[in-house]
């Protein structure tokens, strides 16, 4: 098995929250896990999955990945 940081969840969540306090003055629990889940053969083709789904959004708005 190996562990999955989601630093797609990490960036975006980040600013979403910043955005909210800033904008919405909306106060973000201090703690908002984005988590780190763990990968193994049960859960592997739906992770890649998701990876490749976030690749081709990237490179439709221009993004290098």
């Not at 909306?26 to 690749?55: C, E, H, L, W, Y």
């Not at 990237?58 to 990945?65: E, F, S, T």
Request: aromatic share 14%; proline share 5%; glycine share 4%.
């Amino acid at each position: 098995f190996t562990l999955d940081q989601q630093f797609f969840s990490q960036g975006f969540f980040a600013l979403m929250l910043a955005w909210q306090k800033l904008e919405r003055n909306f106060n973000p629990p201090p703690v908002f896990d984005t988590g780190n889940a763990i990968v193994n053969k049960a859960n592997i083709s739906a992770i890649d999955k998701r990876d490749k789904a976030i690749q081709q959004l990237a490179k439709r708005y221009g993004l290098k990945v």
